[in-house]
């Protein structure tokens, strides 16, 4: 610690004016008879990747090949890196980062390397200048942030069609119409399905499930085939064409509810397991690039430079593989392959793949589904007998419908075996686990599975881990699972936890706080598009437990303030600790030498504003491999 605190004392940066960076020149090198050894070090430890700047050339012609983002004040880069947390200048050299620093030290060893590399070829060469850009004032940079859980299609799917903002049936039927009179391959294909994420009945006046008749009300809509899917993604919504397709219709599904009328009549609402009766035509190369084109112009206009894209069905392994193998990814994305239980086991015949497209696309784990849900708090399902088994597994039954405990969305010896089957040939196995009881029964799993494996090397997680018990906590720490958690969905579900789960069972839930003092690791999503996919709201949610109005159920404080984390804390989560989860953090995740230059330059300081000031920063730059894909540098 001593050695830590003198080296930040040595090396705190001066103030650089503007006068001063206006012609910003590099700093004369030392005699090479007075070159301490740490800045030997240094010079070694950038030797070769300087060497190849010096005959490379420029490599883009807005911004050289090598540069130093710099703060003209102060350390204003937030490194998330233990070593050196802070600093004033970073050094880029092609796609990596090289330096950090104060800003005449990063200059003297960029310099001194030089020297180094003309000692080691014995002929001088004209020394390439070390272009210094400044980031403005009160801005910050901190590395590239991830979302840890998302679903990348989907989401482009409710961009195409703004279900989220209908307010009634009427409205969101009114959005249907107007996207079939304006899409173009809707009207080269009329035939073609009219497909819509994002509809909430919850925020609509009149609080009901969408029927057939809603959307048969327009004739425009009538005439195409109509499937949209609800915000969670567990609701589908069709009208009268699609369901007489479809009919007949089994009288229950496993796992699933047909939301019929009084008289027995299908609505035209398939709820988890009985939305597999709605079949539709797999999308095109086209539709999903559509989507993509979305995901991403909104993913790097937020700071993200990663998704962890929480569910590949055969379809979008596909696509993305494509992607990658022409090299068409402008963002990094970490796959999960969705398990289906009643599909032939296939962890021993495929092979994962890891760091294609120079890095940028791996799919390395499976995804399996342990319960039903993202939250089993949302409203989205009416607290009714018909509809029980929709609730996510307790141990105890829930408070306002005490008829019912849940249920598990599969069999729980398939899904111990088939966890112990993926882990042993080598998956990263991630399961989706909301409710106490799953989270507890996966947990269960999860211990009888890895007894004798190196759990580094394969890095299990807890999809959402919602409310789970002090004591699977604790197995969370001592078993090495990660818990990958949703800030956003805590204060999404706050106003009426409670009343799901009872006042002393609701402090279980998103207890964030209680998992990290356990020891467990953590690391943070979206579940966009269940959620906003901007990784500032779940900064700010992680570390008020507010509403972005800044109200809570418990104040002004927060809802259950005491599971709050620190800024610091919450930043990791969004940068170092998915590195970690996706087995990349030697490479990604915090602003050190050595690894790729990925990072994000905000408008403002969000370690030091106030809270109510984070959600109106903004994303100034977001580069990948150290150039700009937003804004520019």
Known sequence: MADLRLRSQSSSPKPVTKKDTDNYSVPSAPPRTHLSARLLYASSAIFSILCLAYFSGRGHTSLPDAYALCSRSGAHIYTVDPKQPRAQCMVVQGSHIVDVGAIDEVHRRWESSILAIEAAIKRAHPRPRLTTRFIESGSIVVPGMSDSHAHMLEYGASRLIPLESARSAKSATALVRRFILSDEDIKQDPLKFVEGWGWDHTKWAEQRFPTTADLDSDPIVQQHRVVLEAKDGHAIWVNSRVLEEISPLPESVEGGVIIRDASGKPTGVFLDNAQFLVTVPPPTHRDLEKRFRLVVDDA???????????????????????LAENEKLPI????????????????????????????????????????????????????????????????????????????????????????????????????????????????????????????????????????????????????????????THAISDMYFAEDRLGPERVKLLY???????????????????????????????AITRLAPDGTSPHGPGGWFPEQRLTREEALKGMTLEPAWASFSENILGSITPGKHADFVVLSKDIMTITESEILSTQVLATAIDGRPVYGKI
């Open 511 to 541: 207890a964030f706080r209680d998992i990290i003092d356990y020891g467990a690791r953590f690391t943070l999503g979206s579940d966009a598009p269940v959620e906003d996919m901007n990784p500032l709201s779940g900064f700010f949610a």
């Open 332 to 487: 990094r994305i970490y796959g999960m392959t969705h398990f289906d239980e009643n599909a032939e086991y296939w962890g021993d015949k495929v092979k994962p793949i890891i760091g294609a497209a120079n890095g940028r696309f791996t799919a390395r784990s499976v995804k399996i589904f342990g319960d039903g849900k993202s939250s089993p708090l949302r409203e989205l399902y009416v607290v009714d007998l018909l509809l029980q088994a929709l609730y996510d597994p307790l141990h105890e039954p829930y408070t306002d419908n005490p008829s019912t405990r849940g249920f598990m969305r599969i069999d729980q010896e398939v899904l111990a075996a088939n966890i112990q089957r993926f882990l042993r040939d080598g998956w990263q196995t991630n399961v989706h686990a909301v409710g106490d009881r799953a989270n507890t029964l996966v947990l269960d799993a999860f211990e009888s599975a890895l007894e004798g494996i190196n759990v580094t090397a394969l890095r299990p997680r807890l999809e959402h881990a919602q409310i789970i018990t002090h004591a699977d906590m604790a197995r969370l720490a001592k078993l090495g699972v990660i818990a990958s958690v949703q800030p």
């Open 300 to 322: 790097i206009s937020h700071g993200l430079t990663s998704i962890h894209d929480a569910g590949f069905d055969p379809r979008s392994l596909e696509f993305f593989k494509s």
